[in-house]
Nanobody
């Protein structure tokens, strides 16, 4: 069992930056690949980024490539999402998730989810 708690969301102006964090507890954090997803109410949750257990492999969605960076600190049991050049279309609830199936970009590959953190970008 892994418990995940996101933080760092908030209100930011277009062009600004935020860094989301996801604190993990429970089983060994470093044995899990970790992902970020986002969701607009009433719509499907979408893949944002994923990082391997070691941090050596990362993938990000095309929509955020060059603006968002995923990273992790296994010593601190924490996952990060650095979000730069934010625009109003990035407004969503952001979720972190854990999987032992390797780096994946589909919801069903992930076993554990956080409660989400709201990101709102004003124009």
């Amino acid at each position: 069992q892994v418990q995940l708690v996101e933080s760092g969301g908030g209100l930011v102006q277009a062009g600004g930056s935020l860094r989301l964090s996801c604190a993990a507890s429970g089983r060994t954090f470093s044995s899990y690949a970790m992902g970020w997803f986002r969701q607009t109410p009433g719509k499907e949750r979408k893949f944002v980024a994923v990082i391997s257990w070691s941090g050596g492999t990362t993938y990000v969605a095309d929509s955020v490539k060059g603006r968002f960076t995923i990273s992790r600190d296994n010593a601190k049991n924490t996952l990060y999402l650095q979000m730069n050049s934010l625009n109003p279309e990035d407004t969503d609830v952001y979720y972190c998730a854990a999987t032992q199936r390797g780096v994946g970009d589909t919801l069903r590959e992930y076993d554990y989810w956080g409660q989400g953190t709201q990101v709102t970008v004003s124009s």
